[in-house]
């Protein structure tokens, strides 16, 4: 399977900080990478989606401002949560799609724990 | 809106004994099926995929597909306390990427 590396693992920050996380996919590239929350006791929540070069598609109800996602490049793709609440308080985690890979199945990165303080 | 249905359980078992988790679409055109495994407080990691109608076995897994009912279910057999964790299904869109996940069935093996 694929080799998806999300950093980091684990975040704490204070209300009003920004939090900033990095997923890359080591052996294949990602044309396109999904981001998603996960709330306890609750599914994965798709944020985002967005293809390598272009502005990402956010999902309704997120905010496009304070969820900002860069995907500048095939192997890297991060997702800034900026000015962090508690209510912002979750699980996320990225999922990247290559060109070849279409067909097969989602791989996740690691996933991070963000607790705002 | 495409949904994925599953039991939020939970759902208990003895050890050994066959755990059966099942799901259901609502995406007639959905091609792409697949369960996951997500132990608490980490991202979930594949256990089968299906695309054709009937059941595919691997190890301890069944996975069973029923188009026409538009429904996919997971069998464990011999189940182990391993196995405790939240199962999650998966659909993948016919004419995308994109995923679309269950909530999730959370499994609880009794030694």
């Known amino acids: 399977g694929a080799v998806v590396s999300q950093h980091p693992s684990r975040v704490i920050c204070k209300s009003g900080t920004s939090v900033k996380i990095e997923c890359r996919s080591l052996?294949?590239?990602?044309?396109?990478m999904f981001w998603y929350r996960q709330f306890p006791k609750q599914s994965l929540m798709l944020m985002a989606t967005?293809?390598?070069?272009?502005?990402?598609?956010?999902e309704q109800g997120v905010e496009k401002d304070k969820f900002l996602i860069n995907h500048a490049s095939l192997t890297l793709s991060t997702l800034t949560v900026t000015s962090a609440h508690p209510e912002d308080s979750s699980f996320y985690i990225c999922?990247?799609?290559?060109?070849?890979?279409?067909?097969?199945?989602?791989?996740f990165g690691q996933g991070t724990r963000l607790t705002v303080v | 809106q495409k949904e994925v249905e599953q039991n939020s359980g939970p759902l208990s078992v003895p050890e050994g004994a066959i755990a059966s988790l099942n799901c259901t679409y609502s995406?007639?055109?959905?091609?792409?099926f697949f369960w996951y495994r997500q132990y608490s407080g980490k991202s979930p990691e594949l256990i089968m995929f299906?695309?054709?109608?009937g059941d595919k076995e691997d190890g301890r897994f069944t996975a069973q597909l029923n188009k026409a009912s538009q429904y996919v279910s997971l069998l464990i057999r011999d189940s182990q306390p391993s196995d405790s964790a939240t199962y999650l299904c998966?659909?993948?869109?016919?004419?995308?990427?994109?995923?679309?996940f269950g909530t999730g069935t959370s499994l609880t093996v009794i030694p």
């Open positions: 999922s990247p799609l290559g060109a070849r890979v279409m067909n097969t199945e989602a791989f």
């Open positions: 052996d294949f590239q990602a044309t396109t």
């Open positions: 967005s293809n390598e070069g272009s502005k990402a598609t956010y």
């Open positions: 995406d007639r055109g959905s091609q792409s």
């Open positions: 299906i695309y054709s109608n």
């Open positions: 998966a659909v993948k869109e016919n004419t995308g990427n994109q995923f679309y």
